[in-house]
């Protein structure tokens, strides 16, 4: 089975002007982010505002673990590890999303952080966003049909030839 999440991504910043701007700066952060961790040298540890926003973010919804249940939104543990420097970019579930999406995003805010869902490529909270839910119907809906079309037999080649014969 094919493991979907629902990610975001909050950072310490300017405000971008616009959900475009938004978009860049997230792709750019995203690259340094990458480029950081493929390299041998040792990761910045994250800043000041990042830690606050795990732990207000955990006061909430605690820590993934063995007993954890369905209102738990994440998708990993420990949360702190997917902080790099000044951002951090973590998975949820999408039912867990569909939960703790807005949530979240209203915490950034109160801690004066940027919130990203590259999902749907909009800086959060906004209240005309697309809900958590309905980015996770479409999702799964998605892979639905590509794994319909990847159970269907291909019409061509030596192997469906092999398989016709009678």
Known sequence: MRHMSYDLAVWDGPQPSSDADASAEYERRMD?????????????????????????????????????????????????A??????????MTFSGAGLARDELADIASALGLICYDPQIEQMLPDPASVPASTVSQAA?????????????????????RLFKRT
């Open 140 to 160: 799964y809906a998605a892979l639905a049909e590509h794994l319909h079309a990847e159970e269907q037999p291909r019409e061509s080649g030596w192997l469906a």
């Open 82 to 91: 997917d902080a790099v420097g000044d951002i951090i970019y973590f998975s």
């Open 32 to 80: 340094a982010m990458e480029e950081l961790l493929d390299s041998d040298g040792e990761q910045p540890g994250p800043t000041d505002s990042i830690p606050a926003f795990i732990d207000a973010a955990l006061a909430r919804f605690p820590e993934l673990d063995d007993d954890s249940g369905p209102e738990c939104p994440w998708a990993s543990a420990p949360l702190a």
